[in-house]
């Protein structure tokens, strides 16, 4: 597994604090869902059909020039570990990493764009970009989209626009989404009702992995419910409108959790979180998400956590169980991984 | 807390969820939680989404119109019922066979059966390998022959159109 993980860079630049509210928006995606005209979808796709559809993929995520020096992957040859990381990284879905049938990734060398072959659709190419930046991520992806259907027949129609296997992705294909960390809302028990109210606007909440995925840490992966039926940038403006909603929402809960006699038990319960991170001998990964978010929520309220927004989120990434394997260079069992991420959280902190 | 699963033993796997916009809590016991194939739970990161909200697909068949059972995809093959089962089409050719059976659905879905969005110009002729290129003739050739045996010549006009076009790009 070493050889794949260490042609990875440490850190990725997505994961840097950047833009208006750092503290809240982690990072953007934009994501566009294409097929290649004259086969079928994955789905009913023959082994060697994959593999064809894989090869010109590809060939010509490397002809778009977007990838120098990039990663060209064939999942089948890669351990569990190695897709494990992928997962981590964004680059590829729990779907995908299950896959036993050729399917494959391009991914640039400073990990913004990637391209997934043979998932539900044949190409699931993205753009990922550190904070709230719909605008540059859509525009990337946009970029990325158009050289790829210059060199390869996307099956479109003007009816139902860029034609997926799912009905719920035809038309632009297009998803855009914010992972949105929104403590204050979760702490005060508010979310349930702010997940309600996102779904009368177009939009959707997932886990932190995307779809089938769990929240943790209070991490909600905010996307456009809806395809067809309006333009890119349509789709895109009501994300931004959602997404400026959401905030303001989040630091009203802040101010709340603030006020009066809860101001105490929110410090308490912030510098109880920072003790457990630095001297836990023993750390979970839910458990860590846990704890990193209050810390983080703290470092928003003003408190000293020690740790600026990116090493908060380059340390949130690193905790993850596949990259504290890919750390220890070896696969770990999970008590094994808890003391190892402990110690390894330990060294970061201090 | 007893597990929700057996109502037996104490639950000790916490987990949340995000579907379909709601939050919701599930408390296990360890062994209901590795049933689940939920061991690590959020240690992978993913679940069975089936497990939790139940099969999604019902949301197509709720959805979708009645057809006649032999409905079936003109390119691919795949029967509407399938389809309907699924949720999952088997290729761009299904968006013309089940086109009206769609519209219904993508205005349920999306509130419009109406791409609004970027138009596409079209992109080059594929260059496909040397294997995948002569088994398509080979399909294309057996088709043909077993349309003129039908006597279907509208379907043969439209096989030799296919398969001229192939072997013209191709020598």
Redesign the interface.
């Known amino acids: 597994m070493a050889e794949m993980v260490k042609s990875f860079r440490p850190y990725v630049t997505w994961a840097n604090a950047r833009g208006a509210w750092p503290d809240m928006i982690f990072s953007t995606r934009v994501r566009f869902a294409r097929?290649?005209?004259?086969?079928?979808?994955s789905?009913?796709a023959e082994p060697?059909?994959l593999a064809?559809i894989r090869?010109?993929a590809l060939a010509a995520a490397r002809e778009t020039g977007l990838f120098p020096r990039g990663h060209f992957l064939k999942l089948e040859t890669l351990s569990q570990l190695d897709k494990?990381f992928l997962?981590?990284r964004h680059h590829v879905s729990?779907l995908l990493a299950a896959a036993v049938l050729p399917a494959g990734a391009a991914v640039s060398n400073d990990e913004d764009l990637s391209v997934m072959v043979n998932e539900?659709d044949h190409l699931r190419l993205q753009c990922l970009a550190a904070g709230f930046a719909i605008e540059e991520a859509f525009a990337s992806a946009l970029k990325l989209e158009g050289l790829l259907?210059?060199?390869?027949?996307?099956?479109?129609?003007?009816?139902?626009?860029?034609?997926?296997?799912?009905?719920?992705n035809?038309?632009?294909g297009?998803r855009v989404s914010c992972l949105a960390h929104l403590p204050a809302l979760s702490r005060l028990g508010r979310?349930?009702q702010v997940?309600?109210n996102?779904?009368h606007l177009?939009v959707?909440?997932?886990?932190?992995?995307g779809?089938?995925?769990?929240?943790?840490g209070d991490f909600?992966q905010i996307s456009n419910a809806?395809?067809?039926?309006?333009?890119?940038e349509?789709f895109c403006q009501n994300i931004d409108r959602v997404i400026r909603n959401l905030i303001r929402q989040e630091i009203a809960a802040r101010e709340t959790l603030l006020k009066g006699p809860l101001k105490l038990k929110t410090e308490d319960a912030v510098f109880r979180a920072l003790g457990l991170l630095r001297h836990a001998r023993t750390l979970?990964?839910?458990e860590f998400?846990q704890n990193i978010s209050l810390a983080r929520m703290g470092a928003a309220m003003g408190w000293n956590m020690g740790l600026d927004f990116s090493t908060f989120n380059q340390v949130t990434l690193l905790m993850q169980?596949g990259h504290i394997q890919a750390a220890a260079g070896r696969e770990l069992n999970?008590a094994e991984?808890d003391a190892f991420r402990a110690e390894f959280l330990r060294k970061k902190l201090c | 807390m007893l597990c929700e699963e057996c109502r037996k033993h104490n639950a000790v796997v916490f987990l949340k969820l995000a579907v379909n916009n709601k939050v919701s809590e599930l408390h296990l016991c360890p062994a209901c939680a590795a049933k689940k194939g939920m061991g690590f739970g959020p240690e992978t990161g993913a679940f069975n989404i089936s497990d939790i909200v139940g099969n999604m697909s019902g949301y197509f068949k709720d959805f979708l119109p009645q057809e006649r059972k032999t409905l079936r995809c003109r390119g691919c093959g795949l029967k509407y019922s399938e389809f309907k089962e699924t949720g999952r089409l088997g290729c761009p050719d299904c968006y013309v066979s089940f086109e009206p059976q769609l519209n219904e659905l993508m205005t349920r879905i999306h509130g419009s059966a109406q791409h609004q969005g970027r138009a596409y110009a079209g992109g080059p002729a594929l260059k496909l390998s040397k294997a995948e290129t002569a088994r398509r003739l080979e399909e294309l050739r057996s088709a043909l022959k077993d349309a003129v045996a039908r006597e279907d010549f509208e379907a043969a006009a439209r096989l030799r159109d296919a398969l001229k076009g192939l072997e013209g790009r191709h020598g």
């Open positions: 097929n290649l005209q004259g086969f079928p979808f789905n009913r060697r059909q064809e090869r010109l494990r997962v981590e729990h539900e259907g210059r060199a390869l027949p996307f099956a479109y129609g003007p009816r139902f626009g860029f034609l997926t296997a799912c009905p719920t035809t038309g632009t297009m979310m349930p997940l309600e996102l779904s177009g959707t909440a997932r886990g932190i992995y779809e089938g995925t769990f929240v943790l909600y809806t395809c067809l039926g309006r333009s890119e349509d979970s990964y839910e998400m169980p999970p991984r």
